[in-house]
């Protein structure tokens, strides 16, 4: 089955700094690539998502950027904030929408 | 527009006891999902269903666990004889038919399941 890595597991960045969250997939069957955030002690919510027939998606501060060669895709954040301080969550889907998640990265901006 | 709703928020069951968890999908969607969050882990997919039909269980334990999305009413994730190996959150995701394949899914704000 598909196999989703994520790195860093921790991140502290200062506020203002730009933040860069990367994830690899074993299965090159996969076509949908979903970020989500998830604060404390609520439900992930999704924040971007990228299919395999683009390159990159942008919202805002957030970018999403896939290299299907390479089985890598990754999540950018511009000018940080306190409030972006939460744990970050890439995920794969191989069949129907079932998702694979990575094990999430926990991002801390200070101010 | 509601969106997921998961009830109860917060269960403490003792072991042997029976779990019941239910998740409403957003408005206009037909498929459910079920993930369980181990902590400080990612989430794991269980279960995915349409009404009345169980699509994909092949993340499910094959014993003590079962799901089902019936006609009318919330999903429900049923564990029988918990063990404290079953503590997590629990989560609900629902999405409209997918497209292609793929279909945005969105959470619910778990059930936090405590086995004493």
């Known amino acids: 089955g598909e196999n989703v890595e994520q790195h860093p597991s921790t991140l502290s960045v200062q506020e203002g700094d730009s933040a860069v969250i990367k994830c690899t997939y074993s299965?090159?069957?996969?076509?949908?690539f979903p970020w989500y955030k998830q604060e404390l002690g609520k439900g992930p919510q999704l924040i971007i998502d990228?299919?395999?027939?683009?390159g990159e998606k942008k919202d805002q501060r957030i970018a999403v950027t896939l290299n299907k060669t390479a089985k890598h895709f990754s999540l950018h954040i511009t000018e940080t904030q306190p409030e972006d301080s939460a744990v970050y969550f890439c995920a794969a889907s191989l069949r129907y929408s079932t998702l694979t998640f990575g094990k999430g990265t926990m991002l801390l901006v200070s101010p | 527009n509601a969106g997921v709703m998961q009830n109860p928020r917060h269960l403490v069951r003792r072991r042997g006891q029976e779990a019941r968890l239910r998740c409403s999908p957003m408005?206009?969607?037909?498929?459910v999902y079920w993930y369980r969050q181990l902590p400080e882990e990612g989430l794991k997919f269980m279960v995915y269903?349409?009404?009345?039909?169980?699509?994909?269980e092949s993340g499910m334990p094959k014993e003590r666990f079962s799901a089902e999305f019936p006609k009318e009413g919330p999903s429900i994730l049923r564990i029988q004889q918990v063990v404290r190996g079953d503590s997590a959150a629990y989560f609900c995701?629902?999405?409209?038919?997918?497209?292609?394949?793929?279909?945005?899914?969105?959470f619910g704000p778990g059930t936090r399941l405590t086995v004493l």
């Open positions: 990228i299919r395999s027939n683009v």
């Open positions: 995701a629902s999405s409209p038919a997918p497209q292609g394949g793929q279909g945005q899914q969105f």
């Open positions: 269903l349409q009404k009345e039909n169980i699509i994909d």
């Open positions: 299965d090159s069957a996969s076509n949908y």
């Open positions: 408005k206009g969607h037909s498929h």
